[in-house]
């Protein structure tokens, strides 16, 4: 079985956890949300912008980033609003196309970000022992700032174990710190709103995705 991930590496088999062309200790973070036209495509694109900011290495050091939606529109291009709002970031919108979220998916993932609580619950819902390692965008970024970067492995010890150590931490607080508000863990749906609406959404992700990348690499955002 492979992955209908063309662009993004192929699975060499679910025992290896490789992908061709990949680091073969790598970290694979999945966003998802419904259609993977908007809020996925925008957290994928923004995420991998901000690494390469901060590390500039083309693999961020194992650090694998891709997406997938729930209801994907399967080879879909990104919605013109979403590629708008990554170009207010310098983001890279190029090359990009829908895909719908398939076992595969979750099974390579180490971490699964998605937009909502009903994305969460359908990605736990597939199985393969995803629950401790899928959150709500929002629901991670609360825990990760509430971890003392102190406690996290070194960064000579490199990323994909720093990474691992961070979803772990984060998984043993999850019952710990609730969310203020049931909405306060979602990133609400763009899809056919006005442009305007599609940055405010785009700020939201950006600041949600900011600490996390500090995290996950030990180095702040540019001011």
């Known amino acids: 079985m492979t992955a209908p991930d063309a662009g993004r590496g192929i699975w060499d088999g679910e025992e290896t ?9 790598s970290f694979r973070i999945l966003h998802v949300s419904t259609g993977n036209v908007c809020r996925s495509p925008i957290t ?6 901000a690494l390469a900011d901060r590390l500039g290495d083309p693999l961020w050091g194992g650090l694998v980033v891709e997406s997938a939606g ?15 709002v990554l170009a207010d970031f310098g983001a890279d919108a190029s090359g990009f196309t829908g895909r719908e979220l398939l076992d595969e998916h979750v099974i390579m993932a180490d971490l ?25 965008l929002k629901e991670f970024t609360r825990l990760v700032k509430a971890i003392d970067p102190a406690t996290l492995p070194p960064l000579e010890d490199g990323l994909v174990v720093r ?14 710190l ?9 990133v609400f749906d763009p899809y056919g709103a006005p442009l305007t609406f599609f940055r405010s959404i785009g700020d939201e992700i950006n600041e ?16």
Do not use: C, K, Y
């Not at 956890?17 to 200790?25: A, I, K, Q, V």
């Not at 994928?44 to 912008?49: D, G, I, V």
């Open 178 to 186: 609730l969310a203020p508000t049931a909405e306060a863990d979602e």
């Open 208 to 223: 949600a995705l900011d600490p996390v990348v500090t995290a996950l690499t030990g180095v702040p955002a540019r001011m």
């Open 17 to 25: 956890r490789t992908f061709t062309g990949l680091p073969r200790d």
């Open 70 to 84: 729930t209801w994907g529109h399967e080879g879909a291009p990104m919605e013109a609003n979403a590629e708008a």
């Open 163 to 176: 990474a691992r150590a961070l979803v772990r931490a984060a998984a043993a607080l999850r019952g710990w």
């Open 44 to 49: 994928e694109r923004l995420t991998r912008h």
């Open 112 to 136: 699964v970000l998605t937009a909502t609580r009903d994305h969460r619950q359908q990605v736990i819902s597939m199985g393969h022992s995803a629950g401790l390692r899928t959150f709500t």
